[in-house]
């Protein structure tokens, strides 16, 4: 560790580290667009730039390193002229038209010509003309003139897929970024482009004249597309009721996270968002019921407890089946262990997950389920579900997630389920599958309740809650936890369980693999 | 039109991707000796170049949209560079520029139908002390007016 001293402060930092690195640690913004976190300094944008002490001319932040006792001004006139200066270049090619580009609120061209800029053009030229609506993916469309050749994208194509896709082309004020021929961008990260344009260049049209950026509400989250676990934040409009906009998930952003996904999420977890809104149950649905007064939550765990105990008491464990999956957060697993495997013994429990995708060798896995890993450490046994063996034998099944439709055609399945007396299931969804249950409980997505998911590298991921759930949806953890104070074999165990937090501090005490991971 | 390198070329830029480290560290060298063999670089040259050096081709197009001794399309057999940069432009390039594109037809950029002439404007050609200066192909030629260039052009066959 090395002083400098930042706008007279003395700030304490890495040896090698840069200027601009140094002052984001000590909370200072340097103003820079060509810059990425995920690539090495380019320097070609100059909105950087900074005072040194001893040093003639203005430095630029992003590659300039450190040196013991280096004396940097990031607010003197000069730097606050420079940066002026740099936007009125920046600006003089650009076509000021935030009124109706898609990516103002979101670009930080925009945001520094506030702060810094405020000048009267002087530039009286005519402007370039230029492709204003080139595709270059599949959604993904770019603006030349309102690019600012800060090559981020043509970096991202070149050092993270390693597919170059994008090239600039020509020179000086003739340059421009562009597709080989009509050749678009054709990978699975497409979609990180229009997130790394600092300015209105690269849009995406999953988006694009939709909504607003401002009118968005931002909440982090962990994608539950495959068993990588990338983080994510959900974008979603909180709706008007003036104006009847409704509530709705608009966009899913890549959230950095150096261990499990860098700076980036797929496409699959990007554009796959639908999941979240799309025929989601939002009420119980009591198809059979057998003499019991309506359902509610309060009421769910005791009528669940009531209806295992009696198969119990009559030494008919047996007689219990459970269907798991794995979008269940690593709490409701090792709640469900303890319940059905440790205190109840259950033979029968199996799994319905989606069916297994293609890996693309980078982020996405071939689990399209996010806690597989946390099931095996919990101590499951992952088997998928065998009709003829959960039939046989049965008279209650516990079901858990709308998976059980992928595996199984509604025919076979309900030649199955036709044999077992009380079935009930967790779902998200409203679907034909719910009909062949007596009682369907509505849950809430990983996206809209707490807890943690184990990733396909071991890495212990907690989450809160980042949207609401929807009607009557509410965790399973909670009803878990319910049943096993009201079943009454371990009562004392279940009691303290009041949040998921609580429930993975008892992990880490009963399992090693989770011990300090909470 | 070969779509390959004669065996001459290949020869050399066997040569010339021998001295780097690393092969696309060798792409300006191989363009020069690209054009000298096709006369141009279009996305067909694009394509081979990038095949013997292991790279993709938009890489190659990014160099040749780079640079301008580099040219997308075939030249006529004079290439006229003229200097417009700072000394030219004060002994009158301008003029010079307007004056070549009254005799030949063609504007800064264009090749005549004959395909004899190709006009280009070019930044400084390092000939100062000769201003306005002008290249044909690979000669010089400096201290210009409009007479002295009648001569010169009607000495090209």
Same mark, same amino acid.
């Given at each position: 560790?090395?002083?400098? @001293?930042?706008?007279?402060?003395?700030? &304490?930092?890495?040896?090698?580290?840069?200027?601009?690195?140094?002052?984001?640690?000590?909370?200072?913004?340097?103003?820079?667009?060509?810059?990425?976190?995920?690539?090495?300094?380019?320097?070609?944008?100059?909105?950087?730039?900074?005072?040194?002490?001893?040093?003639?001319?203005?430095?630029?932040?992003?590659?300039?390193?450190?040196? *013991?006792?280096?004396?940097?001004?990031?607010?003197?006139?000069?730097?606050? &002229?420079?940066?002026?200066?740099?936007?009125?270049?920046?600006?003089?090619?650009?076509?000021?038209?935030?009124?109706?580009?898609?990516?103002?609120?979101?670009?930080?061209?925009?945001?520094?010509? !506030?702060?810094?800029? #405020?000048?009267?053009?002087? @530039?009286?030229?005519?402007?370039?003309?230029?492709?204003?609506?080139?595709?270059?993916?599949?959604?993904?469309?770019?603006?030349?003139?309102?690019?600012?050749?800060?090559?981020?994208?043509?970096?991202?194509?070149?050092?993270?897929?390693?597919?170059?896709?994008?090239?600039?082309?020509?020179?000086?004020?003739?340059?421009?970024? $562009?597709?080989?021929?009509?050749?678009?961008?054709?990978?699975?990260?497409?979609?990180?482009?229009?997130?790394?344009?600092?300015?209105?260049?690269?849009?995406?049209?999953?988006?694009?004249?939709?909504?607003?950026?401002? @009118?968005?509400? *931002?909440?982090?989250?962990?994608?539950?597309?495959?068993?990588?676990?990338?983080?994510?934040?959900?974008?979603?409009?909180?709706?008007?009721?003036?104006?009847?906009?409704?509530?709705?998930?608009?966009?899913? *952003?890549?959230?950095?996270?150096?261990?499990?996904?860098?700076?980036?999420?797929?496409?699959?977890?990007?554009?796959?968002?639908?999941?979240?809104?799309?025929?989601?149950?939002?009420?119980?649905?009591?198809?059979?019921? !057998?003499?019991?007064?309506?359902?509610?939550?309060? $009421?769910?765990?005791?009528?669940?407890?009531?209806?295992?105990?009696?198969?119990?008491?009559?030494?008919?464990?047996?007689?219990?089946?459970?269907?798991?999956?794995?979008?269940?957060?690593?709490? &409701?697993?090792? #709640?469900?262990?303890?319940?059905?495997?440790?205190?109840? *013994?259950?033979?029968?429990?199996? @799994?319905? !997950?989606?069916?297994?995708?293609?890996?693309?060798?980078?982020?996405?896995?071939?689990?399209?389920?996010?806690?597989?890993?946390?099931?095996?450490?919990?101590?499951?046994?992952?088997?998928?579900?065998?009709?003829?063996?959960?039939?046989?034998?049965?008279?209650?099944?516990?079901?858990?997630?709308?998976?059980?439709?992928?595996?199984?055609?509604?025919?076979?399945?309900?030649?199955?389920?036709?044999?077992?007396?009380?079935?009930?299931?967790?779902?998200?969804?409203?679907?034909?599958?719910?009909?062949?249950?007596?009682?369907?409980?509505?849950?809430?997505?990983?996206? &809209?309740?707490?807890?943690?998911?184990?990733?396909?590298?071991?890495?212990?991921?907690?989450?809160?809650?980042?949207?609401?759930?929807?009607?009557?949806?509410?965790?399973?953890?909670?009803?878990?936890?319910?049943?096993?104070?009201?079943?009454?074999?371990?009562?004392?165990?279940?009691?303290?369980?009041?949040?998921?937090?609580?429930? #993975?501090?008892?992990?880490?005490?009963?399992?090693?693999?989770?011990?300090?991971?909470? | 039109?070969? /779509?390959?390198?004669?065996?001459?070329?290949?020869?050399?830029?066997?040569?010339?991707?021998?001295?780097?480290?690393?092969?696309?560290?060798?792409?300006?060298?191989?363009?020069?000796?690209?054009?000298?063999?096709?006369?141009?670089?279009?996305?067909?040259?694009?394509?081979?170049?990038?095949?013997?050096?292991?790279?993709?081709?938009?890489?190659?197009?990014? /160099?040749?949209?780079?640079?301008?001794?580099?040219?997308?399309?075939?030249?006529?057999?004079?290439?006229?560079?003229?200097?417009?940069?700072?000394?030219?432009?004060?002994?009158?390039?301008?003029?010079?520029?307007?004056?070549?594109?009254?005799?030949?037809?063609?504007?800064?950029?264009?090749?005549?139908?004959?395909?004899?002439?190709?006009?280009?404007?070019?930044?400084?050609?390092?000939?100062?002390?000769?201003?306005?200066?002008?290249?044909?192909?690979?000669?010089?030629?400096?201290?210009?007016?409009?007479?002295?260039?009648?001569?010169?052009?009607?000495? /090209?066959?």
């Amino acid at each position: 560790m090395i002083k400098i @001293f930042i706008d007279k402060d003395p700030v &304490e930092v890495e040896e090698g580290t840069t200027v601009l690195k140094a002052a984001e640690r000590a909370g200072i913004h340097i103003p820079h667009l060509c810059y990425h976190p995920a690539f090495p300094p380019e320097g070609s944008c100059r909105m950087c730039l900074v005072e040194i002490e001893g040093f003639p001319k203005l430095e630029l932040a992003c590659s300039t390193v450190v040196k *013991k006792d280096m004396k940097i001004s990031t607010k003197s006139e000069r730097v606050v &002229e420079a940066r002026k200066a740099v936007l009125e270049f920046l600006l003089a090619e650009h076509p000021l038209d935030c009124p109706i580009c898609d990516k103002a609120g979101d670009c930080k061209l925009q945001d520094y010509y !506030d702060e810094y800029g #405020l000048f009267e053009s002087q @530039f009286k030229e005519v402007k370039e003309k230029r492709e204003k609506k080139l595709k270059i993916g599949k959604t993904l469309i770019l603006d030349q003139e309102r690019c600012i050749l800060c090559t981020r994208c043509v970096r991202f194509l070149r050092e993270v897929t390693e597919t170059q896709e994008l090239g600039v082309f020509h020179r000086g004020v003739h340059s421009s970024v $562009n597709i080989y021929d009509g050749a678009t961008v054709v990978n699975n990260y497409a979609g990180n482009l229009a997130e790394i344009c600092p300015v209105g260049a690269i849009t995406d049209e999953d988006f694009r004249f939709k909504t607003r950026s401002w @009118f968005l509400e *931002k909440r982090e989250s962990i994608c539950p597309l495959c068993s990588r676990g990338c983080n994510i934040l959900i974008e979603y409009h909180p709706g008007f009721a003036r104006f009847e906009v409704p509530k709705k998930v608009y966009r899913i *952003k890549a959230r950095e996270n150096p261990e499990v996904n860098g700076f980036w999420i797929c496409d699959r977890g990007r554009y796959g968002y639908s999941y979240l809104e799309e025929g989601r149950a939002d009420q119980i649905i009591l198809n059979k019921i !057998d003499g019991e007064n309506v359902l509610t939550w309060e $009421n769910i765990s005791e009528y669940l407890g009531e209806k295992i105990k009696r198969l119990y008491s009559a030494k008919k464990a047996t007689g219990i089946a459970l269907i798991l999956h794995t979008w269940l957060s690593n709490e &409701e697993l090792f #709640l469900v262990h303890k319940i059905f495997k440790e205190d109840l *013994k259950v033979e029968k429990i199996f @799994f319905a !997950d989606p069916p297994q995708i293609e890996a693309d060798g980078y982020l996405l896995t071939s689990d399209p389920s996010p806690n597989i890993r946390g099931a095996l450490e919990i101590g499951f046994d992952i088997k998928t579900v065998d009709l003829d063996a959960l039939a046989d034998g049965t008279d209650f099944l516990l079901a858990f997630g709308p998976f059980l439709s992928g595996l199984f055609s509604l025919g076979d399945l309900k030649e199955a389920l036709d044999k077992i007396k009380g079935k009930v299931l967790f779902s998200y969804y409203s679907n034909e599958l719910n009909s062949l249950f007596d009682i369907v409980i509505p849950v809430a997505l990983i996206a &809209e309740k707490a807890g943690s998911l184990t990733n396909v590298d071991g890495i212990v991921q907690s989450f809160q809650p980042a949207l609401e759930p929807p009607g009557e949806s509410l965790p399973e953890w909670k009803v878990l936890a319910d049943l096993g104070k009201k079943l009454g074999i371990d009562s004392k165990f279940f009691e303290k369980f009041t949040s998921p937090d609580a429930i #993975l501090g008892e992990m880490g005490k009963k399992i090693t693999f989770f011990q300090e991971k909470e | 039109m070969s /779509l390959e390198f004669s065996e001459k070329a290949k020869k050399k830029i066997e040569e010339i991707v021998a001295r780097y480290p690393q092969k696309e560290a060798a792409i300006l060298p191989v363009l020069h000796v690209t054009q000298q063999e096709f006369g141009f670089i279009s996305a067909v040259q694009e394509k081979i170049v990038a095949k013997v050096l292991g790279i993709k081709p938009i890489r190659v197009r990014e /160099l040749v949209t780079f640079y301008t001794m580099l040219t997308r399309e075939s030249l006529g057999k004079y290439h006229i560079q003229v200097c417009t940069n700072l000394s030219c432009h004060l002994l009158g390039a301008d003029n010079f520029v307007d004056y070549l594109v009254d005799k030949l037809g063609i504007q800064p950029g264009e090749t005549t139908p004959d395909k004899k002439f190709t006009l280009s404007t070019v930044e400084c050609l390092g000939a100062c002390e000769r201003a306005p200066c002008m290249m044909i192909n690979f000669n010089y030629y400096g201290d210009l007016d409009p007479k002295k260039v009648d001569e010169i052009l009607d000495n /090209l066959k």
